[in-house]
């Protein structure tokens, strides 16, 4: 699992797609204008989907607080077409009646037998058939008390009807309003829900499962009932049918009656089924919030109340000078292809005192000693000043302008006002060294690897001796660099003095230098540029590595993704077929993790030949596909043929998987016992 590779920019953008949506965060400018924004300052509160939710929210918590008049109200403002289905209307009425009752008092009770009067009885008479036969049984309530637990009404005085209640009109809710949680919500409780099958029926333990356990519950919203006018909807595909049971763990029976309430929409079904499930939205924010900080795409708690000080390179200088005793070697002369660094606006100060006293406060490790991620493991690293001068070395190598990070405000009006300020000094030491590992992946994803190599170096010499797999990828993109420049005896330097080295002693990336020096035989173009490069997933690795270093844990959600996506593929290599909704949820996405740097030169190299190249082989293909004697055709046709017969045929699979109710594996390995006859299986099963 440690080893599946994870987009992490794709998850970054499902990640502010849903910060966004939920309004959990405040833009940069919006914080700027005013000290305590409040919640109509987001773009986000705009949203119509964000007000629907809003709403469901609203309801869900009335009818869960037992005040259901509160939320007809509410139905009745935004949403009167739930409460023309008499069956939900019923239902609500039988609820209020109870709620009345409960309260005990004798003007309570003689609202409820109002109600019963004006409300429920009415109601009762449109609902369904059954439901004349619920209200006589309902007015045993006047007679049974709520703590009779043997009453013949016991069921309609428990409180989990008004959870069962509230499940269903959010249900109802959310379909009707197209008000579906964000993409990333739906993702996450799909992978989870994979992640546990996968483990449950392989028989194995989970690295992640008490988060998992922590974050997806057991409980499932109520399903919404069809209309009757449903009922006599015409046979759905079973391919349909058994894809949405299997990927949301329903019954076949309850399948059907989620693709009826869709009107036949499979991926609607699929994402009402998917909300159904609960998220303990506490704790999904928490790691949110801690993968946001990690990444960079949100402030810190110690930048909201410090903010980003802007000040020009003297200042800087003469402020660590005097914090720390020591001189600021701003020259970035050394490195070829580093830009003048005349302004540092951007660069991040702590108005803190800082003093190199504070430097001893954190405990250090010798380099050499397996490394902790609660513990530091290098006195460079641990010093306070040194890592607040390596931060502003790091930042000169960049322009002023970087991504404009967004304010974490949570879910509540009252997380809108600032933390407090009350900071111990470690706290405020660790703020420079998520800076550090950001920063130093920044130069990578930019391309300036050396710069990068350099800075590591200055900061932890025996980083490199116990990351050589990483130093020689970093290395890898300096060489390539030089390379698509034109520089080959610059390219062949890096290659002698740390590629040869380094793949000496670790003869796996032997392949791989071989690989990259054929590179020196690529017509010399010289138009490969940075973007081309595939840098991105070398940046992540090397921000981990880093922050593993300073005693930056891993956030636990890279942990959950990393996990479930690894379950996801071995799934559905066991069930023999691909997921039909990856691409809907960009499961692919974050699959797509693209590490071929050396393709990138060849691609771009030789892109004008491919272009020649496919088109002759276009034509010359029509025409042998075309051809009398078939050869290519024949070919191709045979290669299709074989692996078709490599499985059953589809029919005979979905055949046996709807009889038994088995999933897609299981019912493959029947078959095969049975040399692929469907009604053997059966037949041999049932006797």
């Known amino acids: 699992m440690d080893c599946t590779r994870v987009n992490w920019e794709a998850l970054d953008a499902l990640i502010i797609d849903f910060v966004s949506s939920e309004n959990l ?98 109601s009762a008479l449109d609902a369904y058939p059954e439901a004349y036969e619920e209200f006589k049984h309902l007015l045993l309530a006047l ?33 009707s309003l197209q008000a579906y949680d964000p993409l990333f919500s739906m993702t996450l409780r799909y992978l989870i829900s994979i992640h546990k099958g996968f483990c449950f029926h392989q028989g194995i333990s989970s690295a992640v499962s008490d988060l998992t356990h922590r974050l997806l519950l057991e409980e499932r919203d109520s399903p919404p009932t069809p209309l009757e006018s449903m009922y006599e909807a015409p046979p759905f595909d079973e391919v349909d049918i058994q894809a949405l049971a299997h990927a949301v763990e ?24 998917l909300c159904r499930m609960q998220l303990d939205v506490s704790v999904l924010d928490e790691l949110v919030k801690e993968y946001c900080v990690y990444r960079g795409i949100v402030e810190s708690e110690m930048q909201i109340i410090t903010g980003p000080v802007k000040r020009n390179q003297f200042e800087v200088a003469h402020r660590l000078s005097r914090d720390c005793s020591a001189e600021i070697d701003l020259n970035t002369s050394q490195h070829s292809d580093v830009e003048d660094s005349s302004m540092l606006d ?40 040194e890592n607040t001068r390596a931060l502003v070395r790091i930042r000169s190598h960049m322009s002023c302008e970087g991504n404009k990070r967004k304010r974490w405000r ?67 993109v300096e060489f390539l660099k030089l390379v698509s420049a034109g520089d080959h005896n610059g390219a062949l330097k890096v290659a002698c003095s740390h590629l040869g080295p380094l793949a000496a002693n670790d003869q796996s990336l032997l392949k791989t230098l071989k690989e990259t020096l054929l590179v020196l035989l690529q017509p010399d173009d010289g138009n490969t540029t940075r973007k081309d490069f595939p840098l991105n997933d070398l940046a992540n ?54 590490t071929d740097l050396i393709g990138a030169i060849k691609s771009k190299s030789n892109k004008e030949n491919n272009t020649n190249l496919s088109s002759q082989l276009t034509t010359t293909s029509s025409s042998t596909m075309t051809s009398e004697d078939g050869g290519s055709s ?22 046996v998987m709807e009889f038994l109710a088995l999933s897609r594996s299981d019912a493959i390995q029947l078959l095969s016992q049975y040399n692929g006859n469907a009604e053997a299986v059966i037949q041999q099963l049932f006797g």
């Not at 309850?254 to 089924?273: H, I, R, T």
């Open 634 to 655: 024949s070919l191709m046709m045979t290669t299709q043929t074989s692996s078709r017969e490599a499985l059953w045929e589809e029919s005979a699979i979905l055949k």
């Open 143 to 175: 007679i049974y008390d709520k703590d009779d637990q043997t009453s013949p009404v016991a069921n309609e005085w428990a409180e989990k009807r008004r959870y069962e209640m509230a499940g269903l009109m959010s249900s109802v809710l959310r379909a």
């Open 25 to 122: 965060v405040v833009e940069e400018d919006a914080c700027a204008n005013s000290s305590s924004p409040s919640p109509s300052s987001s773009p986000c509160i705009s949203s119509s989907s964000y007000h629907a939710r809003l709403i469901i929210r609203r309801i869900r918590n009335s009818i869960e607080s037992g005040d259901i008049e509160n939320a007809i109200d509410t139905l009745r403002s935004h949403a009167p077409f739930v409460l023309d289905d008499h069956r939900i209307l019923f239902r609500l009425q039988k609820q209020k009646f109870i709620e009345l009752l409960r309260k005990g008092t004798e003007e309570d009770r003689v609202a409820a037998i109002h109600c019963l009067r004006t409300c429920v009885a009415p």
């Open 250 to 273: 329903l019954t076949r029976q309850g399948a059907v009656d989620s693709m009826k309430f869709a009107k036949g929409d499979l991926f609607q079904a699929f994402q009402n089924e």
């Open 541 to 594: 690795t090397l921000q981990v590595s880093v922050g593993n270093r300073l005693g930056i844990e891993e956030p636990q959600l890279m942990k959950i993704i990393r996990a479930t996506l690894h379950s996801h593929t071995e799934w559905f290599k066991l069930q023999m077929c691909k997921d039909r909704f990856s691409n809907l949820l960009k499961i692919d996405s974050l699959k797509e993790v693209n």
């Open 410 to 476: 949570g879910r509540m009006d009252e997380t809108d006002r600032l933390p407090d300020p009350s900071f111990s000094k470690s706290e405020t030491g660790i703020e420079d060294k998520y800076e550090i590992a950001l920063a130093l992946k920044e130069l990578v994803s930019r391309g300036m690897v050396a710069e990068a190599v350099y800075e590591i170096s200055t900061m932890d010499p025996d980083f490199f001796t116990q990351n050589p797999s990483l130093h020689f990828h970093l290395k890898q």
């Open 346 to 385: 951007g660069a991040l100060v702590n108005d803190s005192e800082t003093s190199s006293k504070e430097g001893g406060e954190v405990g250090t490790r010798c380099g050499s000693e397996p490394t902790n991620v609660s513990e530091d493991c290098s006195n460079s690293w641990s010093n306070k000043c």
